[in-house]
């Protein structure tokens, strides 16, 4: 078998595994800690119903991560958001960089 070829066969087993690793990852990876200076930076909160309201006039109750645009799980209790790289959020959590889900 050319090299080739053996790549061609193997490349959709690779990419299998390398997502299957991913979303291991994902699911294994800590929570945001609303202490984390990024965290605190974006007012994320892990309840959405404690968003300081006074500083973050766009926040509109109803919001939360689960609805957000940028949220990438189930309505799971957590999930992952690209702002928070190797970590998760909460599904009923909150930051100013809300964008509703379309
Ligand atoms: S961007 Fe969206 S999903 Fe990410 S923390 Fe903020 S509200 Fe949650």
Redesign the pocket.
Known sequence: MSSRRHFIQTLPIACVAVCAGRAAFAADAPMVDEKDPQAAA?G?VADAAKADKAKYANYAAGQN?GS?Q??QGKADPKGV?P??AGKQ?AAK???S???KKA
């Open positions: 974006l994320y991560c957000c940028l949220y958001c702002l928070f959020v959590g909150w930051c960089a809300f964008a």
